[in-house]
Structures are given as structure tokens and as C-alpha cells.
T-cell receptor, first 113, second 111 residues
């Protein structure tokens, strides 16, 4: 079955370190998204991509970057991790841009000490 | 500004009772509307969606939602709640795959 997988599922890091969260989907979806989920804030969009070499900033993109070199993967990089980036991160993909129906990974819990 | 409001942070209902979760939105154009459910430690799963047409939409697990344009609402309903429905529910609005989510309503189910 096609799926979307995130790794690592749990990570603890220190302030100032670079961290990369991986996201891989096997649906061949063009559209991929990264959200963070925090208590009291729901899900907020970090970055999104509508295809290879296309990336766009979302609502809370400061301190994060993404790159899209193929259809299957959209890694999320924290250039210099901060305690405010402690969160649960969700990757999602969608088949078509118009419908907005998202398929989510199981999340990556990141703790920055 | 575009936004989604879920007024109830936490709701507790008895098993077998009916359920209604509220969602109000603010959006410039006619939006696409969604309800997602999240079980503990899991990602979000789509329950149902509204794009156009019949304003009462049916979803998975016996859920339905009604779009009311005049009230800018998209409330989620279920006639009889099961213990397995305990989860967090998110309303979302948007288009172009760029969704704005509400802050969620946590549902607890009493035996």
C-alpha cells in the first residue's frame, strides 16, 4: 500500500544544532506539506511544495527550510534548533492541488534542550 | 483574515449519545471545508469534505457535517457516539491544498 513515512519519530537535540526531519511518500503526489502541532495552536503550516524544485513558505517558516529534489521526498531542516521549535511535526501530501485532501504521516516529535 | 474557530476545546459525551462539534470559518472565497480526526500518537485522518453541491455531507465512521453559508459554519455530527470515537477533531478550510486548521476539539466518551 502507498504511504507516507516520517523519520525519526522521536528526536532530542540541543539548541543550535542542525536537525533534518525526513518525509517520504509513495503515492507519487506532487504536493507535499510540513506542519507543526502545538498545544493551543492546532496545526500551522511551515513550508509546502507543489512539485520538484518548487518550495513555498507557510505561516511559520522562520528557522526552517525545505528542498524538493524528487517527487517522493520533502526533508525539513532546522538550521539552528531553538527551544521554541520543540513540537510535533507532521508531513502531508495531496494528489491534486485543488481538492486539498491531505494524507498525513504519523508525526515526528522533536525536543530541543 | 482567514481563520477557523472551534469554540469547544474539550467535550465529553456518553456512549450512545449524539454529538455535534462546532466549526466557524472566515474565508474570502467559497472554501473547501474538511474535518479531520486524530487519535493519540497518530497523524490526522480525513473524516469528510465539502467542495460544492449538497450541503449535508457524509463521511466515514458514521459522521456527517452540514455547510451553512449564512452562518459560516461547518458543524460535525454523529447520531450515536462509540467509545472508539474518543479523539481530537480538527476543522480545516482552504484551497490549493493550503489548509488552515482550527485548534481542535478533544472528544472524551463516557461509558
Amino acid at each position: 500500500d502507498a504511504e507516507i513515512t516520517q523519520s525519526p519519530r522521536h528526536k532530542i537535540t540541543e539548541t543550535g544544532r542542525q536537525v533534518t526531519l525526513a518525509c517520504h511518500q509513495t503515492w507519487n503526489h506532487n504536493n507535499m506539506f510540513w506542519y507543526r502541532q502545538d498545544l493551543g495552536h492546532g496545526l500551522r503550516l511551515i513550508h509546502y511544495s507543489y512539485g520538484v524544485q518548487d518550495t513555498n513558505k507557510g505561516e511559520v517558516s522562520d528557522g526552517y527550510s525545505v528542498s524538493r529534489s524528487n517527487t517522493e521526498d520533502l526533508p525539513l531542516t532546522l538550521e539552528s534548533a531553538a527551544s521554541s521549535q520543540t513540537s510535533v511535526y507532521f508531513c502531508a501530501s495531496s494528489r491534486t492541488r485543488n481538492t486539498g485532501e491531505l494524507f498525513f504521516g504519523e508525526g515526528s516529535r522533536l525536543t530541543v534542550l | 483574515a482567514q481563520s477557523v474557530t472551534q469554540p469547544d476545546i474539550h467535550i465529553t459525551v456518553s456512549e450512545g449519545a449524539s454529538l455535534e462539534l462546532r466549526c466557524n470559518y472566515s474565508y474570502g472565497a467559497t472554501p473547501y471545508l474538511f474535518w479531520y480526526v486524530q487519535s493519540p500518537g497518530q497523524g490526522l485522518q480525513l473524516l469528510l469534505k465539502y467542495f460544492s453541491g449538497d450541503t449535508l455531507v457524509q463521511g466515514i465512521k458514521g459522521f456527517e457535517a452540514e455547510f451553512k453559508r449564512s452562518q459560516s459554519s461547518f458543524n460535525l455530527r454523529k447520531p450515536s457516539v462509540h467509545w472508539s470515537d474518543a479523539a481530537e477533531y480538527f476543522c480545516a478550510v482552504g484551497s490549493q491544498g493550503n489548509l488552515i486548521f482550527g485548534k481542535g476539539t478533544k472528544l472524551s466518551v463516557k461509558p
